[in-house]
């Protein structure tokens, strides 16, 4: 069975500065993606940046950047020039690249963000 | 496109009481999922369909039911509702199963 951990439960950033937030996972596989996904105050989930296992490149999108070391199984999302907008619960998740069975996302705890102004 | 549209947005119910809440997509996507998420943590998944006619359990199924005759629709039903089901109910949809899973905004779920 895959887990995720995250073990900071809270974090504050000033505006403007960069935040990184942690992520580990266990798994046996070879062959998944990692997400970090974003959860507003309005409860929307919405999708932040995504990484495949198989590739060695950083995903990066805009202001957001991932730390994927495959061998240790970390997976950080690096946040630059933190907007009030980025406050929000953030989740770390998991999945197996496999169709049919099994085929479902595993979650972290998450962490709170909060950008001060 | 609607994208995952769910109903009700809240809804409170008395112990032992029974009902389904509506998911529906417009992307045509073949893979749906039923989340709930408890205070303070992350989504755990309660059933899967990876399509029309085939379910499958996920961690938490116990207490819930679901059907999958349209690619559209996945509704979850509850029956006997429990205190321990208050939470918030999160549909999601994607195209397979490694890919991006779009969420629907959640259900507030109380039972009393």
């Known amino acids: 069975a895959q887990t995720v951990t995250q073990s900071q439960p809270e974090m504050s950033v000033q505006e403007a500065e960069t935040v990184t937030l942690s992520c580990t996972y266990d798994t046996s596989e070879s062959n998944y993606y990692l997400f970090w996904y974003k959860q507003p105050p309005s409860r929307q989930m919405i999708l932040v940046i995504r990484?495949?296992?198989?590739?060695?490149q950083n995903a990066t999108e805009n202001r957001f950047s991932v730390n994927f070391q495959k061998a240790a199984k970390s997976f950080s999302l690096k946040i630059s020039d933190s907007q009030l907008g980025d406050t929000a619960m953030y989740f770390c998740a998991f999945i197996r690249l496999h169709t049919g069975a099994n085929s479902k996302l595993t979650f972290g705890k998450g962490i709170t963000l909060s950008v001060r102004p | 496109n609607a994208g995952v549209t769910q109903t009700p947005k809240f809804r409170i119910l008395k112990i032992g009481q029974s009902m389904t809440l509506q998911c529906t997509q417009d992307?045509?996507?073949?893979?749906m999922y039923w989340y709930r998420q408890d205070p303070g943590m992350g989504l755990k998944l309660i059933y899967y369909s990876v399509g029309a006619g085939i379910t499958d359990k996920g961690e938490v199924p116990n207490g819930y039911n679901v059907s999958r005759s349209t690619t559209e629709d996945f509704p979850l039903r509850l029956e006997l509702a429990a205190p321990s089901q208050t939470s918030v109910y999160f549909c999601?949809?994607?195209?397979?199963?490694?890919?991006?899973?779009?969420f629907g905004p959640g259900t507030r779920l109380t039972v009393l």
């Open positions: 992307m045509n996507h073949n893979y």
């Open positions: 990484q495949e296992a198989y590739k060695q």
């Open positions: 999601a949809s994607s195209t397979t199963g490694g890919n991006e899973q779009f």
